[in-house]
């Protein structure tokens, strides 16, 4: 694990960028210029960007988003391919971007890979943007369902992964099973939503047959989480094309066995806390062990440690206080009385909020964690999917309805 205590990092999601003056411009460089702050502070570990970055894979749209990550040049940055990004047949642009941003120190010095491809067509020479990286002691495995399908305009999604990345990805797994890393992958979308019923197969069952902690997608331009009993299924709202509120970016972190998210909107000022453990009952693996229990949570701000005002409260009982443990936890060891069923943390750090009367900032996060009976569901019919998606949960930034163009066809 980091010798942070927790991998966390930050999820901008879809850009799907046009033109330098417009508003999804204007919103990734805000959302940038916050998370870089937070690294800075050595509190996030890097800086997702998932995919659909151009809304035609186009240089003069790439620049745009050049631009703004030379703003924050020690910002970590790690990125793969989208549908847009090759969606008008070529992906020339997006290689000569990923070129330059992944194989730079920031991007983590990641070279393209070439295959040979049974692609629709013909089997031809691809070049693939997959990738692996252990970061904060988590084995991330950054996938490219994009460059072995068409990707045309007017043809429709077709993702695929191709024999060899499936092959990398079995042995990456492995790998990482016998040094004992926990793994993360991050894909452009859902596994169900690959185009070949023998890929989708294989990847879930890659996925589940290794435990993978979590699985971090952009695609859907909502906020939404699939939980299995096992893995957990993350996909952050679009900040080029949204219907789902409040502009900003996903926090997503892995703590042990536990795995924890939640959505910071930019008009919501820091701080931000996250419990990182234990889990949520909608997130559950496991259940909570007998006796004390240890409460952990990530606290995002601007302003020195030693200002951090925390505090965990069991359902309507006292508050307790919190301690830091490294630059980015707070800890508590408290006791889960029988019957207990919310667990909330409060941070305070300092800031006041001049609309309010100069009150204090504070920010809570709740969570529900399940009982000792707990056991975790069985494999889903429709595993990497999102047939098992958690419904609205407003305290983590979801809404549940599903608004965008790829589930609702809306006019995205």
Same mark, same amino acid.
């Given at each position: 694990?980091?010798?942070h205590?927790?991998?966390?990092?930050?999820?901008?999601g879809?850009?799907?960028?046009?033109?330098?003056?417009?508003?999804?411009?204007? %919103?990734?460089?805000?959302?940038?210029?916050?998370v870089?702050g937070?690294?800075?502070?050595?509190?996030?570990?890097?800086?997702?960007?998932?995919?659909?970055?151009?809304?035609?894979g186009?240089?003069?749209?790439?620049?745009?988003?050049? !631009?703004?990550?030379?703003?924050?040049?020690d =910002?970590p940055?790690r990125?793969?391919?989208?549908?847009?990004? !090759? /969606?008008?047949?070529?992906?020339q642009?997006?290689?000569a971007?990923f070129?330059?941003a992944?194989?730079s120190?920031?991007?983590?010095g990641?070279?393209?890979?070439s295959?040979?491809?049974? +692609?629709p067509r013909? +089997?031809s020479?691809?070049v693939q943007?997959?990738?692996?990286?252990?970061?904060?002691? *988590?084995r991330c495995l950054?996938?490219?369902m994009?460059?072995?399908g068409?990707?045309?305009?007017g043809?429709?999604? %077709?993702?695929?992964?191709?024999?060899? /990345?499936?092959?990398?990805l079995?042995?990456?797994?492995?790998?990482?099973?016998?040094d004992?890393?926990?793994?993360?992958?991050?894909?452009?979308?859902?596994?169900?939503? =690959? !185009?070949?019923?023998?890929?989708?197969?294989? =990847?879930?069952?890659?996925?589940?047959?290794?435990?993978?902690?979590?699985?971090?997608?952009g695609?859907?331009?909502?906020?939404e989480?699939?939980?299995?009993?096992?893995?957990?299924?993350?996909?952050?709202?679009?900040?080029?094309?949204?219907?789902d509120?409040? *502009?900003?970016?996903?926090?997503a972190?892995?703590?042990?066995?536990?795995v924890?998210?939640?959505f910071?909107?930019?008009?919501?000022?820091?701080?931000?806390?996250?419990?990182?453990?234990?889990? %949520?009952?909608?997130?559950?693996?496991?259940?909570?062990?007998?006796?004390?229990?240890?409460?952990?949570?990530?606290?995002?701000?601007?302003e020195?440690?030693s200002? @951090?005002?925390?505090?965990?409260?069991?359902?309507?009982?006292?508050?307790?206080?919190?301690v830091? *443990?490294?630059?980015?936890m707070?800890?508590?060891a408290i006791? @889960?009385? /029988?019957?207990a +069923?919310?667990?909330?943390?409060?941070?305070?750090?300092g800031t006041v909020?001049?609309?309010k009367?100069?009150a204090?900032?504070k920010?809570?996060?709740?969570?529900?964690?399940v009982g !000792?009976?707990?056991?975790?569901?069985?494999?889903?019919?429709?595993?990497?999917?999102?047939?098992?998606?958690?419904?609205? @949960?407003p305290?983590?930034?979801?809404?549940? %309805?599903?608004?965008?163009p790829?589930r609702?066809?809306?006019? @995205?």
């Open positions: 694990m980091s010798a205590g927790v991998f966390a990092f930050a999820h901008i879809d850009l799907h960028l046009e033109e330098p003056q417009d508003q999804n411009a204007v %919103d990734l460089s805000r959302c940038l210029a916050e870089a937070l690294h800075a502070r050595g509190l996030l570990d890097f800086a997702y960007l998932p995919g659909d970055l151009a809304e035609h186009t240089a003069a749209q790439y620049a745009i988003l050049e !631009r703004a990550l030379d703003a924050h040049p =910002l940055v990125l793969i391919a989208g549908d847009h990004d !090759r /969606q008008l047949g070529s992906m642009d997006f290689e971007f070129s330059r992944a194989k120190p920031r991007g983590g990641h070279e393209t890979v295959n040979h491809l049974p +692609r013909e +089997r020479a691809a943007h997959y990738y692996a990286e252990t970061i904060g002691g *988590v950054f996938l490219d994009i460059s072995a068409y990707g045309e305009e043809f429709g999604l %077709d993702f695929r992964l191709g024999p060899d /990345q499936r092959s990398w079995a042995a990456q797994l492995a790998k990482a099973d016998a004992g890393l926990p793994c993360a992958i991050f894909t452009h979308t859902y596994p169900d939503d =690959l !185009r070949e019923p023998a890929e989708r197969a294989e =990847l879930c069952g890659l996925i589940r047959g290794h435990g993978v902690r979590l699985v971090e997608m695609h859907t331009h909502y906020n989480l699939a939980s299995d009993g096992r893995t957990l299924y993350a996909s952050a709202r679009s900040v080029g094309q949204n219907e509120g409040s *502009v900003g970016y996903a926090v972190a892995i703590d042990g066995d536990v924890s998210w939640r910071k909107p930019l008009d919501q000022a820091l701080p931000f806390v996250m419990i990182t453990s234990p889990a %949520d009952r909608r997130l559950a693996t496991r259940p909570l062990p007998d006796g004390r229990v240890d409460v952990r949570a990530l606290v995002l701000s601007h020195p440690q200002a @951090w005002r925390c505090q965990v409260r069991v359902d309507d009982g006292p508050a307790q206080s919190m830091p *443990v490294g630059p980015r707070v800890h508590a006791e @889960w009385p /029988q019957g +069923r919310r667990l909330s943390v409060e941070v305070a750090d909020n001049p609309r009367n100069g204090l900032r920010d809570t996060d709740v969570i529900e964690p !000792r009976s707990f056991v975790p569901p069985l494999a889903p019919e429709r595993p990497g999917s999102d047939a098992f998606r958690i419904q609205a @949960w305290e983590k930034g979801i809404r549940g %309805d599903q608004l965008g790829n609702r066809g809306r006019h @995205w």
